[in-house]
């Protein structure tokens, strides 16, 4: 005899799909789900296809917007000369969170991985390249994040510009904000000395 | 300027309702759900639907089924002179997975609280009694809380069978498989002390 009926299975796979939810937590949120009012479900039903249905990727900067252009390239308040180098538009909310940055964006969609065979055609960099070729004063900040992958992807940037006049850095290695020393991992820590800043001198 | 686009603010919206999905975990969430398939989300958009529609308490036992009558009640297998009475459907897929139980089930939806003003008529109870009337040999089983809304239902179960030939038992209460007897709260090692099992005398 099956535990469940198969229309709450059904509810189960999908949860269990999501990342980090396992089987207890599938259960708990479908057993939750169906207990929510009908018309509640419907317009979530609604708002789903919705979502996957209009959400593109920005024609300049391949962020997620609901536009041809998203709101960051379209706001006369951003910087158009600086441009934050991203793997994917997670890193754009992320960024956009903390709040402090002025510029725009490029989202790559991928890294360099010459194991996994993604190769320069196979992430957004041309048109990186275009858009820094109309640009008078260009600035990129790569943010990628310190792997084989992030790492050959910041080399390569840095190669196809190297002959031009663009301003590049990269963000900065070291400790997480509240980290404990001893906990840290040795890479990091290495990191973290080979970056350091000088504070008096 | 809004960080996520409104398409996307109605996805995490949707998972903060459910229990336990905080704002980070409801934005991770949306994010990996926006990037499945179009198709697969047309289904869970369905299933989500049909489970709402189908899914309805069985007749006999208040249990989630998508019959007239659910699959436990259904079984030639099950003792049905047996009931163990639970607060909800919840309980059922709980004590099912563990595996022994043979019996069937009563789900009282709810427990009596005089403080929150639910009272026996607000409970599964009448149902209850008239299974039990209907039985040759009835055993009830109380699988309640050990709260003071569980023990004050399951003291109202045994004043309303008390001059009927019933034979009622509720679960034992006690250490937790694998509990640290010093990490143990109060009131569980008080009960636990109080329920000892004599293993030899």
Do not use: W
Not at 25 to 37: D, G, H, K, N, V
Not at 66 to 92: G, L
Not at 107 to 135: H, T
């Amino acid at each position: 005899m099956k535990l469940y009926p198969p229309e709450l299975e059904h509810i189960i796979d999908f949860f269990k799909k999501l990342p980090g939810i396992g089987e207890k937590s599938a259960e708990r949120l479908a057993l939750a789900l169906i207990e929510m009012p009908e018309d509640f479900l419907e317009s979530v039903s609604v708002n789903i296809l919705n979502a996957k249905n209009v959400l593109k990727p920005c024609k300049i900067c391949g962020h997620l917007t609901n536009n041809e252009i998203c709101n960051i390239c379209d706001s006369s308040y951003r910087d158009k000369n600086v441009i934050c180098v991203i793997e994917d538009y997670k890193s754009v909310f992320a960024i956009e969170k903390a709040g402090k940055y002025q510029g725009t964006y490029h989202v790559l969609n991928g890294l360099l991985s010459p194991i996994d065979d993604i190769n320069v055609e196979d992430i957004n960099l041309k048109s990186l390249v275009e858009r820094v070729e109309n640009l008078e004063n260009p600035e990129l900040i790569l943010a990628l994040k310190s792997s084989l992958e992030g790492e050959t992807t910041t080399l390569y940037i840095k190669k196809i510009f190297e002959n031009k006049k663009v301003k590049i850095s990269r963000l900065s290695y070291g400790l997480p904000m509240g980290a404990e020393i001893d906990y840290l991992d040795m890479a990091t820590l290495d990191r973290a000395l080979e970056d350091r800043k000088i504070i008096s001198e």
